[in-house]
């Protein structure tokens, strides 16, 4: 028999494309509690980003519950890290991050999926300054070296996975 998953309030983090949201959804519905994408709350339409009150406002309307599951690494500004048990971070190899956003990328620009409030990803947005292509390449290594360090300050208990097949496993287990 299956144990009951012992976490109640799980963050779910890593650069973009590394698989967050589809996880956490994953551990939301296991858990039968609240996904929270913390996207959602930030990216208002048309791409403006949400002033940092309005943010935490939101995040903590949504994260006052019991139960809950997120996914996004706002660092401290959601104050996410304070509240959860369980932080898992999905550290895979640029090669994987890469092919992912780019194959997720082509994907939503045909589809013309919409992300969150209205928006959606454009060929124009592709190929400029604000491309989630040029984010990855800009944040990836960083993040890989200062996420340790940022990780210890906080109480709750902590997985990294360095591959995608871990994740698999551990979900399996």
Known sequence: MQQPFPYQRV?????????KTTLAKI??????????ELDSLYHEPGWIEANLDDFRERAALRMSAGQWVCDGFYANWARQFD????????????????????????KRLI????????????WKMTFSKKSIIAWVFKVYWKRKSE??????LFEAEKLRFSHPREV????RS
């Not at 551990?27 to 929270?36: G, P």
């Not at 509240?83 to 082509?106: E, M, N, Q, S």
């Not at 996420?147 to 210890?152: I, S, V």
């Not at 698999?168 to 979900?171: G, H, T």
Request: hydrophobic share 45%; net charge neutral.
């Open 11 to 19: 963050c779910v983090i890593g650069v973009s494309a590394s698989g």
């Open 27 to 36: 551990l939301a519905e296991r858990m039968q509690c609240d996904h929270i």
């Open 83 to 106: 509240r959860a048990d369980l932080i898992i971070w999905l550290d895979y190899p640029f090669r994987i991050i890469l092919r992912r956003v780019l194959w997720r990328t082509l």
């Open 111 to 122: 589809t013309k999926e919409e992300l969150w409030n209205g928006n959606h990803e454009s």
């Open 147 to 152: 996420t340790p360090r940022f990780l210890e």
């Open 168 to 171: 698999e496993r551990w979900l």
